[in-house]
């Protein structure tokens, strides 16, 4: 059983990342220690997962889990 913020499974989180989603997070965490690009030179995609990851970034240090 794995369980945070709400959100419970039976089965190993890991198993649901994906490639795609792995390379995001490598970005992202690429970004977070080199700076951000200038956001009008990403696609909209880009910029939206950026946001989306940052959020959860910061839900989590609110929540001390970092």
């Known amino acids: 059983m794995w369980a945070r913020a709400g959100?419970?499974?039976?089965?190993?989180?890991?198993?649901?990342?994906?490639?795609?989603?792995?390379?995001?997070?490598?970005?992202?965490q690429a970004w977070k220690r080199l700076g951000y690009p200038d956001p009008r030179t990403l696609s909209a995609r880009e910029v939206h997962?950026?946001?989306?990851?940052?959020?959860?970034l910061l839900s989590e240090v609110k929540r001390g889990e970092r």
Do not use: H, N
Request: aromatic fraction near 10%; charged fraction near 25%; proline fraction near 3%.
């Open 7 to 28: 959100v419970a499974t039976d089965v190993c989180p890991k198993s649901y990342v994906s490639g795609d989603s792995r390379a995001w997070l490598d970005e992202f």
């Open 49 to 56: 997962a950026m946001v989306i990851l940052e959020q959860e």
